[in-house]
């Protein structure tokens, strides 16, 4: 069964196409990888899907709950690394798992102040963010842009573990990443084509 | 740097002291202008004065009523002028007319309609409002639309989103709005109990002084408002301050 539905999807910027008529779906429980050069539209499809973006035609059917991994961090740098992603639970809900996710990503000092942080470690918080809540579908842009070689296969294997069995959508410069997370790959050309 | 900052502040201040000394020496007419050392010596007199007290507190909690029901009234109207447009326009001629007309012209057509007890408070509200009310708005119009998809995509409600969006990034713009209107508020409150005359009031001692010349007490009066005036906003932007931090640690 079809979670996400891309039907003929045209978008341009001021005259310029980005996408033409491009069509693919992602199925429940799916992790779907989308590879391909810079400005193919990657990060478009995901304002697509996300509702930022609206297309000129075509048709996209998209679940209600969403929860992101933005390719800047975009997170409220003035409060601490778990009021980050307290912030995000809905009311009344249990946060006690929130500190045990920042954890696990190798966030030691919760109340530090993000700004503080390095850009590695804040791209920890963003994708610790992500995986706090249950959605519909998950959405990560470049999850693992900034993070040192060292630690990062740490992080894709928390992800895979974290989101096995749910809908995901993640875009990668890198095939290896992909493969770690046994994702399915859509391979996007120059202009916005899908390869494979 | 600070302290090089603070020495030419310091010397600045020396020589603008000086060249008053040397000017009231010279004209020595303390009707027209008293000495710095007769004004510092009428500053701790008037303290001695049976009203001061009340003249200081009636003044200074009418001007702080005026002072936070323009802030609110401000905040509360940019907000919603930065959500919708409609109260944009609709308020764009109230705060021309705010801006343009001279407080003077204020004070005098509001003692028509307003108890002379009242209006320093409503003068002081006049002041505020638009100071506060284009800051906000500017701070609400400046908001990272970026943080808005958050908000958005989180489904975040409106007490999160006021707390991890809006406070932090008009941070700068709420204590600009403080400290400027706040001096503004102080100085026409004044002004208009100066001509609105309430009972037990800075602004009618300062009238009392300069229809019996007592140029010392006026003075040393107006030394008390600056350092009233000083002080508070100090005070109130380091609260301010402390209030983010409070917020901050959430």
């Given at each position: 069964m079809s979670c996400i539905v891309f039907e003929n999807v045209t978008k341009s910027f001021d005259g310029k196409n980005?996408?033409?008529s491009l069509s693919f779906e992602v199925k429940q429980r799916e992790m779907l990888a989308i590879m391909g050069p810079?400005?193919?539209?990657k990060t478009t499809i995901l304002n697509l899907i996300l509702g930022s973006l609206k297309p000129d035609s075509g048709k996209i059917s998209v679940p209600k709950k969403a929860s992101v991994v933005f390719q800047e961090d975009?997170?409220?740098?003035?409060?601490?690394a778990l009021s980050n992603v307290e912030?995000?639970?809905?009311?009344?809900?249990?946060?006690?798992h929130c500190a045990a996710i920042l954890n696990a990503l190798g966030?030691?000092?919760?109340?530090?102040?993000?700004?503080?942080?390095s850009g590695g470690m804040k791209r920890r918080v963003a994708i610790a963010r992500a995986l706090a809540i249950e959605a519909d579908f998950y959405v990560l842009d470049?999850?693992?842009?900034?993070?040192?070689?060292?630690?990062k296969d740490e992080v894709i294997a928390f992800v895979k573990e974290r989101l096995e069995g749910k809908t995901v959508v993640v875009v990668t410069h890198q095939k290896d990443e992909a493969e770690k997370l046994n994702a399915r790959i859509m391979l996007l050309d120059k202009l916005g084509n899908i390869i494979e | 740097m600070k302290l090089k900052n603070f020495i030419y502040k310091f010397v600045a201040v020396l020589l603008a002291l000086f060249a008053w000394q040397a000017a009231a020496h010279f004209t020595n007419l303390p009707i027209l202008l008293p000495s710095p050392i007769e004004v510092i010596e009428g500053f701790f007199s008037v303290q001695e004065g049976q009203m001061f007290y009340l003249a200081v507190i009636t003044t200074f909690s009418n001007i702080i009523r005026g002072f936070l029901w323009g802030f609110f009234a401000g905040a509360i109207f940019a907000v919603l002028a930065g959500r919708f447009r409609i109260i944009r326009e609709l308020l764009w001629p109230y705060m021309i007319t705010i801006k343009s007309v001279p407080v003077a012209s204020f004070i005098i057509i509001a003692l028509l309609w307003i108890p002379t007890d009242d209006l320093s408070i409503f003068i002081s509200f006049l002041m505020v409002f638009p100071i506060v009310y284009n800051n906000i708005l500017e701070g609400y119009k400046s908001i990272d639309p970026k943080k808005l998809e958050v908000a958005k995509v989180f489904n975040l409600p409106f007490y999160k989103q006021f707390v991890y969006i809006f406070l932090p990034e008009m941070k700068p713009f709420i204590i600009s709005a403080c400290s400027t209107s706040f001096g503004l508020a102080w100085k026409s409150g004044v002004a208009a109990e100066f001509i609105?005359?309430?009972?037990?009031s800075i602004g009618e001692s300062l009238y009392y002084s300069k229809i019996y010349f007592e140029s010392v007490d006026l003075f040393a009066w107006t030394l008390v408002l600056i350092v009233i005036s000083f002080v508070f906003e100090k005070l109130m932007v380091g609260a301010i301050k402390l209030a983010y931090m409070g917020v901050e640690k959430l």
């Amino acid at each position: 069964m079809s979670c996400i539905v891309f039907e003929n999807v045209t978008k341009s910027f001021d005259g310029k196409n980005v996408l033409s008529s491009l069509s693919f779906e992602v199925k429940q429980r799916e992790m779907l990888a989308i590879m391909g050069p810079s400005g193919c539209g990657k990060t478009t499809i995901l304002n697509l899907i996300l509702g930022s973006l609206k297309p000129d035609s075509g048709k996209i059917s998209v679940p209600k709950k969403a929860s992101v991994v933005f390719q800047e961090d975009r997170l409220f740098e003035e409060f601490s690394a778990l009021s980050n992603v307290e912030a995000i639970i809905p009311p009344r809900q249990d946060k006690e798992h929130c500190a045990a996710i920042l954890n696990a990503l190798g966030i030691e000092d919760l109340k530090k102040p993000v700004r503080k942080l390095s850009g590695g470690m804040k791209r920890r918080v963003a994708i610790a963010r992500a995986l706090a809540i249950e959605a519909d579908f998950y959405v990560l842009d470049e999850p693992f842009k900034g993070l040192d070689e060292d630690t990062k296969d740490e992080v894709i294997a928390f992800v895979k573990e974290r989101l096995e069995g749910k809908t995901v959508v993640v875009v990668t410069h890198q095939k290896d990443e992909a493969e770690k997370l046994n994702a399915r790959i859509m391979l996007l050309d120059k202009l916005g084509n899908i390869i494979e | 740097m600070k302290l090089k900052n603070f020495i030419y502040k310091f010397v600045a201040v020396l020589l603008a002291l000086f060249a008053w000394q040397a000017a009231a020496h010279f004209t020595n007419l303390p009707i027209l202008l008293p000495s710095p050392i007769e004004v510092i010596e009428g500053f701790f007199s008037v303290q001695e004065g049976q009203m001061f007290y009340l003249a200081v507190i009636t003044t200074f909690s009418n001007i702080i009523r005026g002072f936070l029901w323009g802030f609110f009234a401000g905040a509360i109207f940019a907000v919603l002028a930065g959500r919708f447009r409609i109260i944009r326009e609709l308020l764009w001629p109230y705060m021309i007319t705010i801006k343009s007309v001279p407080v003077a012209s204020f004070i005098i057509i509001a003692l028509l309609w307003i108890p002379t007890d009242d209006l320093s408070i409503f003068i002081s509200f006049l002041m505020v409002f638009p100071i506060v009310y284009n800051n906000i708005l500017e701070g609400y119009k400046s908001i990272d639309p970026k943080k808005l998809e958050v908000a958005k995509v989180f489904n975040l409600p409106f007490y999160k989103q006021f707390v991890y969006i809006f406070l932090p990034e008009m941070k700068p713009f709420i204590i600009s709005a403080c400290s400027t209107s706040f001096g503004l508020a102080w100085k026409s409150g004044v002004a208009a109990e100066f001509i609105a005359l309430p009972l037990n009031s800075i602004g009618e001692s300062l009238y009392y002084s300069k229809i019996y010349f007592e140029s010392v007490d006026l003075f040393a009066w107006t030394l008390v408002l600056i350092v009233i005036s000083f002080v508070f906003e100090k005070l109130m932007v380091g609260a301010i301050k402390l209030a983010y931090m409070g917020v901050e640690k959430l």
